[in-house]
Every structure is written in structure tokens, then in C-alpha cells.
């Protein structure tokens, strides 16, 4: 039986985490979580952690640590005898400490893109917010504009994704984020990588991948795009 893998993607809004996890997740075979998807799942299902989550996304709040943790850890626990790529969690040291008392990570990608670019893929991009699907009005807009490709429904643009929202968000990400990299810098699992487009940046994390998931997670260092 394969060795199982476990890696965790990072990044700012608008630095591409779900098109590179998809690749990586239809390139490798890995299952990939992503926590909005798990956050509207659990609000729909009304289960007991998403009537938590609903509370705090009405009011706008960040969903702390510990419903976050209580949302999460039980799917991974679920997928234990599966790899997998996490898209979104852990976003904070606290949940990054959680996830490392269950389970060690082989590789954690940290995507660094320049303020212009994210800024430039932000006001351009449209969310369904039933599902979480995003459309990019320069590079994949709707059949349809304004609408889903898949129900009709109306896409919206978040107030977040609006420029002037942009730079506090970017400082809230680089705050939070900090410890988390530090931590799995320090444990030889993060490989960070630079650029401004998604595809040029893929070829470097393919080859990456490909190599690790051959080799021992002693075996991991810090990678820079070059």
C-alpha cells in the first residue's frame, strides 16, 4: 500500500489556492478539503457545528479557532486511511497546532503574489454564493453574464474583493499567516512559491509533488521558485 500524504495549500485571497489545489488534487489523486466548502455544507446540513458557523457569518466575523477545529478534524479523522490536500485550514497557529497533534503534514505550499495582481484578479472575480463556485471575468468568466453556469442563479461580488477592503485584508492574512508558515517552516514542510501567474507557477509545484510524494517527509526543504 502507497504511503499516505498529507499537505495543506496557503495563500492570500485571490492568489489561486483553488485552482492549483484542484490541479494537484486531480494530478495526484489527493482528496481535497477545502473549509468553505465544508463551512456551506455544514450551514445547509444545519448540523450542530454549522448552526455555530451561520452565527458568526451573518454577522460578518471570522470563525474562531475552535468551531473551526470542530468542523474540520472530524472529516480528516473520517479520510484516515486516504491522502489529502487541506485548502483554507489551518488558518491560524492555533489551528495549525490542533491539525499537528492528530496529524504530521509532508508539505505545506505558501503562494506569494504581489499586491497588484491580487488586486487585479479580485475586482474581477464573482462568487455563487450557494455553492462558493468563482468566476474570473478576464480568464473564466460565465456563459452567461452575472449568472452560474450551472443553476442560472445571480453572481455576486463581495465587498471584501473591493479594492479599497483589499490592502486590510491582505494585512490580516500576512498577521495570521506569519506563525503558521514559521511553524512549518521550522518542522522542513513548507516550500514557498512567486509569481504572478497560476501557470507558470504550476510546473514548479507539479514537479515538486511528484518528487515528494517518492521521498521521505525527513527528506523535505524550504523550495523557492526561482
Known sequence: ???LFRA??????????????????????????????????????NTEAGVLVKTYVERGML?????????????????????????????????????????????????NIPYETLRERLS??????ASGRVYNMGFNPPRVQGKDDITGEPLIQ???????????????????????IDLYKSQGVLHSFSGTDTDRIWPYINSLLSTKMHTR??????????
Request: one cysteine or more; a positive charge; proline letters at 8%.
Open 1 to 3: 500500500m502507497a504511503k
Open 8 to 45: 495543506a495549500i496557503m495563500g492570500p485571497p485571490g492568489s489561486g489556492k483553488g485552482t492549483i489545489s484542484k490541479r494537484i488534487a486531480q494530478s495526484f489523486g489527493l482528496q481535497y478539503l477545502s473549509s468553505g466548502h465544508y463551512l456551506r455544507e455544514g450551514i445547509t446540513a
Open 63 to 111: 470563525v474562531p479557532d475552535h468551531v473551526m477545529t470542530r468542523l474540520m478534524l472530524p472529516r480528516l479523522e473520517q479520510l484516515s486511511g486516504q491522502s489529502w490536500l487541506l485548502d483554507g485550514f489551518p488558518r491560524t497557529l492555533a489551528q495549525a497546532v490542533a491539525l499537528n497533534n492528530l496529524y504530521q503534514l509532508d508539505l505545506v505550499i505558501s503562494l
Open 124 to 129: 474581477d472575480r464573482w462568487i455563487h454564493p
Open 158 to 180: 463581495h465587498d471584501d474583493d473591493k479594492p479599497e477592503a483589499l490592502m486590510a485584508r491582505l494585512r490580516h492574512y500576512k498577521d495570521v499567516a506569519k506563525p503558521v
Open 217 to 226: 517527509p525527513s527528506d523535505a526543504c524550504q523550495t523557492q521558485t526561482p
